[in-house]
């Protein structure tokens, strides 16, 4: 029997580029629908077209409308062709736009030892926004859904202070997101629809947008800093590590914690250390149980490793069950 032991919702995915196409066909209906309404950012996307579905083909054609559009449509509707998916197939419409990426992780009952995982994601776009805006967004989403790389929950070096910089920093992350909306608006629609957040990276002097820039602003903690001063003690994270972090008022908000991209982070991994320390207390259980059947078993190493990082990872958290670590590795202090 495969079973599912658990879904965990991470920032993640990665890979490529190559041909296109598929993702929204009939698109050639939509163009000359495109030609006029792209001249009104300030339309509510859903009254691009008589169905939502045709407004987001609308909308699609907008965006491939620019050259870096192009490139992000060609390689997101790779990564979902990957899957068998069409573009249209992995973006839906919800309350606020976000990229969801699902983790499962998948083993015999039988066998423990042995882990498969599985990783699917979905874009959603926010119902409420204009057409400019949205086309923005879905640049901005469909970055993340193609580059943010994929990690490794249970791996011993998936630290906290790797997942804010990754967060943030890291390929398809926020600044990459940021910086590819704002390359779309320059060149879809600046000097016709003004974007504050896209002025407050553009450097004159070089004629582009800052990744220098865009990196400090979403370490600006306002009101936040004081917290993050003192998790950031706690945690033991480096202040060298977070040079931009400043008490300068905040801009940027995940959607998902109303928090500042930093301290949202460290929610983020508080949640998922909570979800894989519960999820390898399980699966030690059935090797301890395994073991306990047939002393010999060449299980033995891997319950000893697996204890010893559970014991490591899992030491501080509530429930921790001391039990399932090993005998020989109790003695041990970490
Ligand atoms: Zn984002």
């Known amino acids: 029997m495969l079973i599912k ?37 300030n339309l509510p996307w859903r009254h691009l077209a008589s169905t939502e579905e045709e407004s987001l083909v609308a909308l699609l054609e907008i965006l491939q409308g620019s050259p870096t559009g192009q490139k992000v449509i060609k390689a997101a509707a790779h990564k979902a062709a990957q899957v068998g998916k069409t573009l249209t197939d992995i973006i839906r419409v919800d309350d606020f736009s976000k990229t969801d990426t699902t983790l499962s ?20 776009l926010d119902k409420d926004l204009t057409v400019a805006d949205a086309v923005l967004d879905l640049a901005h ?19 906290v202070r790797d997942l804010i910089k990754t967060t943030i920093e890291g390929a398809g992350g926020e600044v990459e997101a940021y910086l590819m909306e704002c390359k ?31 990196i400090s602003l979403f370490y600006q903690l306002g009101q ?28 940027f908000v995940s959607s998902y914690y109303s928090l500042p991209y930093p301290l949202a982070a460290i929610k983020e991994f508080q949640g998922i250390r909570e979800k894989t320390c519960r999820n390898e207390e399980r699966r030690l259980r059935l090797l301890r149980e395994q073991l306990a059947a047939n002393q010999a078993s060449a299980q033995q190493s891997v319950y000893y490793r697996l204890g010893r990082r559970y014991q490591q990872q899992c030491s501080g958290q509530k429930g921790f069950a001391a039990e399932l670590v090993p005998p020989a590795l109790r003695l041990m202090a970490f």
């Open 141 to 159: 989403e469909l970055t993340h859904y193609t580059w943010r790389a994929a990690f490794d929950p249970y791996a011993e070096d998936f630290t």
């Open 224 to 251: 936040h800093y004081e917290a993050w001063e003192a998790l950031r003690e706690l945690l033991n994270l480096d202040r060298q590590d977070f040079p931009y972090a400043s008490n300068r008022p905040t801009l």
């Open 105 to 124: 992780r998948k083993f015999y009952v039988r066998h423990p030892e042995h882990v498969v995982y599985e990783e699917h994601s979905l874009v959603y």
């Open 184 to 214: 779309v608006w320059g060149e879809i629609w600046r000097g016709r629809y003004s974007s504050s957040n896209c002025t407050k990276i553009y450097d004159e002097d070089h004629g582009k947008f800052s990744r220098e820039k865009a």
């Open 5 to 41: 032991f658990f879904t965990l919702f991470f920032v993640g995915a990665a890979l490529v580029a190559a041909s296109v196409s598929e993702g929204y066909a009939s698109s050639s209906r939509y163009r000359t629908l495109f030609s006029d309404r792209h001249r009104q950012p």
